[in-house]
């Protein structure tokens, strides 16, 4: 028998495997096995890295492999931020060691201290890893000795005084300042006048730039209130969540910077996240202006070097404010005061592959774990974040006017019902030529999404969508069918429209690259191009078509949601919509809210300089609630109708959602898994009384996906306890084959 005093770890490991494992600390490693470090531990007939959760007592130490060398000096994370990451790995049925994989920087993994090799009779062994470029980066940094006899001459005096006089300095600013002097300051160290040290650098992506300062803004009534209530909470030092809703322009983000003020005067710190395309040098500009403190930037434009460098300064304390896009939720960022989510709204924020999870939502939960403020700002919230400000889960604060009192853009909605599908109407082709005599910038934003086509009514725009869930239904050309992707529900293509029976029926689905043709066709003098995600391809063609823009050397620019986001175009004078439709028409419950969330952010293109601005909406749709509420610029009006909508069929708030998504190379296999899965389903369903309906399974709308089958099966819970349960009983009792993948998402965002 073993004694008790063994060492006994908790291991997490970043395999798709449920669970943490029991290893044995040999004595030589007792005092270095710290939870947060990184362990090299037997697995099966491998040697993996794994996660040291902790201290274990676990029975039957005897049988237990022993831990093989412990991988970091320092540990990667701390108690509370493993909390966290358990909290993720729970609520989105995750293995623990892949979460907390994800959570920390890839880079981490190229200065692991060892590496095992197989020696020549086969045993491991570890041999010290040779971390090549991409590891810690050192300069050198040279010190006058002040008391040192020696004078040197020439070249060398004139290093040494002004090393005397400026304390310390690099080896490159010296030879910047000298000239070549490798020699003299080789003398200096000989000599004892200059001492040599080791400092690290960091890569700075958005070095050296003079970012200049400035202070607080005196703030609106508006502003004050909302800064009032944080600063409250602050002082109260309890988890206080808010929505923070405010056009554009009406000053959010000086409400962040100087609620962030009052967060560090109080020794704490802050997180800013934005969607990855609003993450410019402006934005960061504004924030190095205002601050003094160390600010660390995480953006996806990071090689994992870099990256990794953000996080060590982060880790040590020498930066107080991150910003970042979803992923800078990880930061390892102590005593966070205030947690910014900017565009809460954002479906950016969720990641969809890996562990799928949403970084707005989180930053509510790592907030409440850190008691924390978190500030969910938007000029459309989620109609969940608005129904929870309303039922008071969250704060709310409103900025109801611009700062600056720009004139809101003149809109119009144009009918195309009985247009036999024309690309243009006349009214947009007439503006079109009115805005280029005129020598207006127009922007026509094509909103084109995923893949699926719809059948439509040219006559009276109806659509065809299932009678269970209200969603639209997809046709599938293989099976000549319009199909639901939510419960499968299936038709033939009707002949006629089942509303007015007119046979102007038609699937719909257009590209940016046929606007384009029948634009240059109108307009064969204008300077027309083209901004979507095949047009921009590789570095700098999306900054590069915005310089153009910007430059005023395009006349109309087509482009996707990518135009809608973020930038600031002072020459457009005209935005044109041409298919409001196309997210309308979405097979996705939210379709509603993508539509009125993208007009109302297209709108917010037209006008920006000093000349008002004309927007003008094409759509088979023009009294769909998300387009008239947009166009007026009426967010509660939208939110009323749309709540009313999501209460009737059971959506978020008022239910909650998971898919399951099982593919396979073979088409049988993944659907055989996702008919005993849907079984399994409902029987845990069934025994346990758990309110949870489940759909499908169906085969999933994109059906076919890098060579693999998919299916997928809807998970509605009135209850989210219900919900959780269902999901973690059937994940503990379902096995399928290996050749079939199973993801689990938790509150999807995306449902194609
Ligand atoms: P949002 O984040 O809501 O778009 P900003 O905070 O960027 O709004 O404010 C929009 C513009 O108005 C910015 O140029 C900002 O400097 C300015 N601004 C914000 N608040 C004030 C204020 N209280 N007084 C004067 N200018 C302000
Ligand atoms: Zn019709
Ligand atoms: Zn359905």
């Known amino acids: ?239 206080a969540p808010f929505l923070l809703h405010g056009v554009t322009g009406s000053g959010k983000t000086e409400v962040y910077l100087q609620s962030i003020a009052v967060a560090l005067a109080a020794g704490r710190t802050a997180l800013v996240l934005v969607p990855e395309i609003a993450l410019t040098p402006q934005l960061v500009g504004r924030f190095k202006r205002r601050f003094d403190c160390g600010i660390a930037v995480l953006h996806s434009g990071l090689s994992d070097g870099e990256r990794f460098d953000e996080w060590r300064r982060i880790r040590r304390g020498e930066a107080s404010i991150v910003i970042g896009a979803r992923s800078a939720l990880f930061a390892p960022l102590e005593r966070v005061g205030v947690i910014v989510v900017d565009e809460e709204h954002e479906g950016s924020y969720k990641q969809s592959e890996g562990v799928r999870y949403n970084a707005r939502d989180l930053a509510l939960v790592r907030g409440k774990l850190g008691k924390a403020v978190v500030l969910l700002g938007s000029a459309t919230p989620l109609v969940t974040s608005y129904h929870a400000a309303q039922t008071g889960r969250l704060g709310y604060l409103s900025l109801p006017d611009r700062v600056r009192d720009l004139p809101m853009p003149e809109t119009r909605m144009l009918d195309a019902r009985n247009h036999k599908g024309d690309i243009f109407l006349p009214e947009l082709v007439e503006a079109m030529g009115e805005n280029l005599d005129a020598g207006g910038q127009t922007l026509l934003f094509l909103n084109r999404r995923g893949f699926a086509t719809y059948l439509v009514c040219e006559t009276c725009g109806h659509v065809l969508r299932c009678p269970n869930c209200a969603v639209t239904l997809t046709y599938h050309r293989i099976k000549g069918k319009h199909v639901c992707h939510y419960c499968d529900f299936t038709m033939l293509p009707p002949s006629t429209c089942p509303d007015c029976q007119s046979g102007a029926i038609t699937l719909l689905g257009r590209g940016t690259e046929r606007v384009e043709d029948q634009v240059q066709k109108l307009f064969p003098d204008a300077r027309v191009s083209r901004m979507d995600r095949d047009s921009t391809r590789g570095k700098g063609g999306h900054a590069r078509v915005l310089k153009e823009l910007e430059e005023g050397m395009v006349d109309i620019l087509i482009g996707t949601q990518m135009i809608a986001k973020g930038h600031d175009f002072p020459g457009v004078t005209l935005v044109g919509v041409l298919s409001a439709d196309a997210s309308l028409n979405l097979p996705d419950f939210r379709s509603a809210e993508r539509t009125f969330q993208l007009v109302t952010q297209v709108m917010g293109r037209a006008g920006r300089g000093d000349k008002p601005g004309r927007v003008l909406v094409q759509t088979l749709a023009p009294e769909h609630y998300a387009l008239t509420h947009a166009v007026a610029h009426d967010y509660l009006g939208f939110y009323r109708e749309e709540i009313a909508f999501r209460e009737e069929v059971g959506y978020p708030p008022f239910a909650h959602l998971a898919a399951l998504t099982f593919s396979a190379v073979a088409a049988g296999q993944g659907e055989s898994a996702a008919d005993e899965a849907a079984a399994l389903l409902r029987r845990i369903k069934r025994e346990a009384r758990l309110r949870v309906e489940v759909l499908g399974p169906v085969t999933a709308p994109l059906g076919k996906v890098r060579g693999r089958f998919r299916w997928q099966i809807l998970l509605k819970g009135v209850e989210r306890a219900d919900l959780h349960r269902l999901l973690f009983h059937f994940r503990g009792g379902f096995s399928h084959p290996s050749t079939v993948r199973l993801t689990i998402d938790v509150d999807p965002v995306d449902m194609l």
């Open 1 to 239: 028998m073993q004694t008790t005093s063994q060492h006994i770890v908790e291991v997490a490991i970043p395999l798709p495997l449920e669970g943490s494992f029991h290893y044995l600390v040999p004595q030589r490693l007792s005092a270095a096995a710290q939870a947060g470090k990184r362990v090299l531990v037997p697995f099966g007939r491998r040697k993996v890295t794994g996660y040291l959760l902790g201290d274990a007592d676990a029975p039957g130490a005897g049988e237990l492999k022993e831990v093989l060398e412990i991988l970091d000096e320092e540990p990667l994370f701390t108690p509370s931020e493993l909390e966290f990451y358990r909290w993720i790995a729970g609520y989105y049925l995750h293995p623990l060691g892949e979460v907390i994989k994800m959570a920390l920087p890839a880079g981490i993994n190229l200065v692991s201290r060892y590496r095992c090799e197989q020696s020549e009779d086969g045993t491991p062994v570890l041999k010290e890893y040779l971390a090549g470029g991409k590891s810690v980066r050192t300069e050198r940094l040279y010190t006058a000795v002040p008391d040192c006899s020696a004078r040197p001459r020439g070249k060398g005096l004139e290093i040494l005084e002004y090393l005397l006089e400026v304390g310390e300095c690099s080896g490159p600013e010296l030879r910047e300042r000298f000239g070549p002097c490798t020699a003299q300051l080789g003398r200096l160290v000989e000599l004892g006048a200059a001492r040599l040290s080791q400092r690290e650098v960091y890569r700075d992506p958005f070095k050296a730039k003079e970012y200049g300062h400035d202070g607080p803004l005196p703030l609106n009534p508006a502003q004050a209130e909302a800064l009032a209530r944080v600063s409250a909470a602050l002082a109260a030092g309890d988890f």
